[in-house]
């Protein structure tokens, strides 16, 4: 847990950010404003409804944008399962960072060392969920022309600037940004940073602005990262990582965080689609104890799983039509039955376009991880 007697921030357990505003004030991160977000050449759907709300050093990236300069977008994942609609929140923003430009380079690390840290998981089970977590970022659109994709076990590189990030810091510092841990967690923290800083090594091509999208729940990680790179900037010339921050979604069932703890609030992104619709149509809502009540008072969408999460965060592009749907709730017009059959539509067709695409990308996955492999021996 993070420093301060604000807001905790736990990157490996369950954050509850109640207040964004004071989180943002609390750990210097700065608010994604308007002004800023239309620099960027094409606005996520993540973007322009606010579900990005934060970031360090966005400018940075921008400007490389504007100049037809290099960067690097950077993230990870600790392959602990399938994916699931947390994860595809950052897996969009890291495709759609490296969609920007025709320069922009992206790495995918692969946290296998932390799936062990955390959760004991093999390092060969590891490999078997990475190549299905590759599937579903090749099947979102992740260009495999420019992606550099490494399991942090086998990348030397990374390994050793943890090493050397372990010269800077003391259990004190570590204590304080993470909280009391077992030391796996804080090496495998060390290493994030090396995953972090990695695409600026001589061999990546060196220095240059590098953005990380992530939750809010994993500023711990970027803090750690950006204090590692001033403090070794006259070694390695690091550019202060950039970041983007995105609001902690709920699971279907209203709970803070999905977790495989609660199977009936976790939506898979390679589930099977008759399971997946009775989780929608048993999803939470902001809907009214009677039908009376909601065709009198309107239900509200503002608390509504159905209408924040699913909608408005995944699965309904059009600004439009998710303005009309919010009003169409807000007066009654609509009850949630009806609501969900019409929503799962939608998620229905997503997901099983998604499942189609996937299905083809093994091949292409498991060469990619393959080629980096193999380079290693
Ligand atoms: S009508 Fe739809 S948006 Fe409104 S509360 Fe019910 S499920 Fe949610």
């Known amino acids: 847990m993070a420093e301060g007697a604000g807001t905790l921030l736990d990157p490996w357990g369950t954050s509850h950010v109640k207040d964004y505003d004071e989180l ?22 993540l973007v322009r ?23 690097a977008v950077i993230t990870g994942i600790k392959p602990s399962g399938e994916y699931h609609l947390g994860a ?21 690390a ?13 390092l060969e089970e590891s490999y078997r969920i990475a190549i299905s977590n590759l599937m579903d970022l090749l099947a979102m659109g992740l260009d495999p022309r420019r992606v550099y994709v490494y399991r942090q076990s086998v990348e030397l590189p990374v390994l050793r600037l943890a090493f050397i990030f372990s010269r800077a810091v003391t259990y004190n510092t570590m204590e304080a940004i993470y909280g009391p841990r077992p030391f796996g967690l804080y090496f495998s923290a060390l290493v994030q940073a090396g995953d972090i800083l990695n695409p600026q090594l001589p061999h990546h091509g060196g220095p240059k602005p590098t953005i990380v999208p992530v939750g809010a729940d994993q500023d711990p990680h970027i803090r750690l990262a950006r204090d590692l790179a001033s403090k070794f900037r006259e070694e390695f010339g690091f550019v202060p990582p950039s970041a983007t921050y995105h609001r902690l979604l709920r699971d279907l069932t209203a709970q803070e965080k999905m977790s495989k703890r609660n199977p009936m ?13 009775l989780k929608v149509m048993n999803a939470f809502t902001g809907g009214r104890a009677t039908a009376e009540e909601q065709k009198r008072l309107g239900g509200e969408p503002e608390k509504c799983v159905v209408f924040v999460e699913l909608l408005t965060a995944h699965f309904l592009e059009d600004d439009k039509l998710l303005k009309e749907w919010y009003w169409e709730c807000k007066t009654g017009r609509i009850l949630c039955g009806e609501c969900k059959a019409r929503a799962w539509e939608i998620i229905g067709r997503w997901l099983r376009d998604h499942q189609e695409r996937r299905a083809k990308m093994r091949d292409l996955a498991e060469r990619l991880l393959e080629e980096k492999t193999l380079s290693q021996k």
Do not use: C, W
């Open 265 to 277: 609030g976790i939506l898979h992104l390679s589930e099977p689609l008759e399971s997946a619709r």
């Open 24 to 45: 943002m004030r609390q750990f210097g991160i700065e608010p994604l404003t308007n002004e800023l977000a239309e620099r960027l050449p094409r606005q996520h759907r």
């Open 110 to 122: 692969i946290a296998d060392l932390e799936a062990y840290a955390d959760n004991r998981l093999p």
């Open 49 to 71: 409804r606010g579900v990005i709300f934060g970031h360090r050093d966005l400018q940075r990236i921008i400007e490389a944008i504007e100049r037809g300069e290099e960067y």
């Open 88 to 108: 595809k929140l950052t897996a969009e923003e890291f495709i759609y960072f490296q969609s920007l430009s025709p320069k922009a380079f992206a790495f995918f």
